[in-house]
Every structure is written in C-alpha cells, then in structure tokens.
C-alpha cells in the first residue's frame, strides 16, 4: 500500500508539473514597443524616419493621409457629394465659317415623362444650360472637351431625377449659299460623383440610355442621312443639303442624384510580419503639406492569443521654405 501511495503521489505531481509547463506556455507576449523621430517637423519631400524600439511580430502603418488613417480603420468613410456633367464634342462637314447649325442647345428637365416621342419631349419643360459648357463655333472641330460642369443645384430633390437632352436643329439648304448642314458627334458623355480629392463615374454612355427622338421633320429624309445614337456617340445629320429644316434630340436619363460617396473603412499597410526580421526604422515621404495624425500598430501573437499596443503622433508637412528648427526628439505616445 506504501508503495502505491507513494507512485499514485509521483504522478500527481508530475500532473501538476506539465500543468504548470502549459500554463506558463499558452500566453502571449506583452508587446514592449516605441517609436522616435528626430522632428514633428519635416518638409513636403522630405524623408521621415521612425525609429523603433522592441522587436513585434507585427507592425501596420497608418500614415495619417486620407485613405490611411487609423481612426476610420473600423467605420466606412462616407463623403458628402456633388455631380458633375462632362462630354467631347467634334463637329465635321458644312462650310467653315457657316456651321449649320452653329449651336446645339443643351437642356435638362425635371419634368420629361419618360415618353421618347417628339410629343413627349414637347410637352415637357427643358432648361437651356449650353453657356456652362465649352461648345465648337465652327465645324473641323475634334473632340472639344466641354469642362466639367456642376449639376447639383439642378436637382429640385433627393428623389427626382434629371433629363439631359441635344437639340439638333438645322435650317433647310438655301441655294447658292454655302449653309450645307454640318455633323456635330458627342462621346465620353460621363456623371461624376465628387466629394473633395475623390472623382467616381456614376453614369456613363453606357448606362444613361440615351435616346434619339426625331420630329416628323425627318420623315423624309433619306436613311443615310439619318442620326444615330449607340453606345459610344451621338451622331447628328441630315442630308448635306437638307429639303426642310429638320429637328431631332437625344435624350438622355433618369439621372438620380448621388448624395453620398461610401469609400468603406481605411486599411494600414503591413510593414513588418512575424516571419521577417526585426525591424528597426520606417521611412516615409509626404508629399503634401498639413497636419498628419501618424499611427502604428504593433502586436504579438500566436495561437493563445493577441497582444497589440497603438503609437500615435501628430506631424506637421510643410512646404519648403527654408530651414526647419526642429524640438527636440521624444518618445510617442
């Protein structure tokens, strides 16, 4: 009975010895880590230096910048926006200096049925806007862009949607004048959401379904006189010497308003894993001026469990104009 005793004891403290071994191992390692600069000062162009102290498995960067900023790493970045119109114009055919027609007005309305005959789109109310665009004055005239113009105001609300419309309107041939009608084509016809430094298509020819509606002043024009619209340009004509004064549109919509621009939340770059070698510095240019707020996020880890700690800074980027008397180096916080 001693004997056994004694070996029922040996064992239990052998338990205990491999219990205490895996409770020693299952941690993580407390993450001891700092970074310095030599300034809060530096130049646009200028190299930054962070210096680090302690060896994490993992280090990530957020640099402060606008998609890079640690405090939306958890939270989409929603942006408020406005909504531009843009396209190219060419123009081709006719006489220089007697473009026929010298201007196609540029409308919208907020009250078109949706209805693409030339019915529908007389009954509705259309707003001449051409004057905010750049338009060609004469024909031989190749893909003008026509700057991009603000459309946000046109919007009486959040839920009606806008019509754009061409007018094509040319006066019938007169002989022995030099009035032969001239071709006008529109591509790249684009919507963009801006909201600050960022730029998004929102409608394109593609998807504005545009559409081309032809009075019966065309009825009898010949076929290969005939506009045309596809998924590319707006292509306006007649015959070079038109019969009649002929009258067409191109509409394009429903545009609905873009409120709000969701750019989802901001990611650091990785700039040390657990597999590299220590690292002991990270360099970093800014190219434009301001006040950055600059974030490192150091971590161990392993299959127990995950150990982080968070650095942060604010830096000044300034420009270049002359020398920089920088405060004295320290320790982040």
């Not at 310095?36 to 498995?57: H, I, L, W, Y």
Request: net charge negative.
């Amino acid at each position: 009975m001693k004997k056994q005793k004694t070996y029922t004891l040996g064992l239990l403290s052998l338990a205990l010895l491999v219990c205490g071994c895996r409770k020693q191992f299952e941690t993580t390692d407390a993450v001891d880590f700092k970074v310095t600069t030599a300034s809060q000062t530096f130049k646009v162009g200028e190299v930054v230096r962070f210096n680090f102290a302690g060896d994490p498995d993992f280090i990530i960067f957020y640099s402060g910048e606008k998609g890079n900023e640690y405090a939306f790493k958890d939270k989409d970045r929603i942006t408020d926006t406005e909504m531009t119109f843009s396209f190219t114009t060419s123009t081709a055919s006719g006489t220089p200096g007697y473009p026929n027609p010298a201007r196609v007005p540029i409308c919208y309305s907020t009250d078109f049925s949706g209805e693409y005959t030339e019915e529908g789109v007389r009954a509705a109310t259309w707003i001449d806007i051409t004057d905010q665009f750049i338009q060609p004055t004469d024909t031989g005239v190749t893909d003008l862009l026509s700057g991009d113009v603000n459309v946000t105001d046109y919007f009486p609300d959040d839920e009606t949607p806008l019509y754009f419309c061409f007018h094509y309107l040319i006066d019938a041939y007169i002989e022995g004048t030099a009035n032969y009608r001239t071709n006008w084509y529109y591509k790249g016809l684009q919507f963009k959401g801006i909201a600050e430094d960022i730029s998004e298509v929102v409608y394109d020819m593609s998807t504005l379904n545009c559409q081309l509606v032809l009075a019966s002043t065309y009825d009898d024009c010949p076929s290969s006189g005939l506009p045309d619209v596809n998924a590319s340009r707006i292509w306006f004509r007649s015959e070079n010497r038109p019969a009649i004064s002929r009258e067409c549109w191109a509409v394009c919509g429903p545009v609905y308003k873009v409120k709000q621009i969701n750019d989802g939340p901001d990611h650091g770059v990785g700039i040390k894993a657990m597999a590299e070698a220590s690292l002991s510095r990270y360099e970093y240019i800014y190219e434009t001026p301001g006040e950055y707020t600059v974030t490192f996020v150091a971590a161990n880890a392993n299959v127990y469990g995950r150990n982080e700690t968070v650095c942060s800074l604010k830096i000044n980027i300034v420009e270049d104009e002359g020398l920089i008397t920088p405060p004295e180096p320290g320790d982040w916080n």
